[in-house]
């Protein structure tokens, strides 16, 4: 697998997906357009080689595949989180903040 051809987003849509299991619920929760998401969905069957959540009386279930790859996912965009955010310190000597608690 070429790693150069994989959209984060993908990973990030496949982390609610696994989350929700259920595809208009997770496209709300990232705000995104139903189609949207099923086509998303549909290209990391393409990726994984794998239907990675399958539609049952249930509802949508992950497959073994899916399973073992949820919490890897979660690891890896926790780490992307922590690499991107800035890391500013409070410091309450040097802050000018206000702080308004009753006016």
Do not use: H
Request: aromatic letters at 4%; charged letters at 25%; proline letters at 4%.
């Amino acid at each position: 697998m070429n790693i150069a051809r994989i959209d984060l987003n993908l990973l990030v849509y496949l982390d609610m997906l696994l989350r929700e299991r259920n595809v208009t619920r997770a496209a709300n929760q990232l705000g995104i357009t139903q189609p949207a998401m099923s086509n998303g969905l549909r290209r990391l069957r393409d990726l994984f080689e794998d239907p990675l959540l399958v539609r049952t009386s249930e509802g949508m279930i992950p497959t073994e595949r899916a399973q073992k790859l949820q919490p890897q996912i979660r690891n890896i965009l926790a780490n992307v989180e922590k690499t991107v955010q800035t890391t500013t310190e409070f410091n309450a000597e040097d802050s000018e903040r206000v702080f308004r608690i009753i006016e």
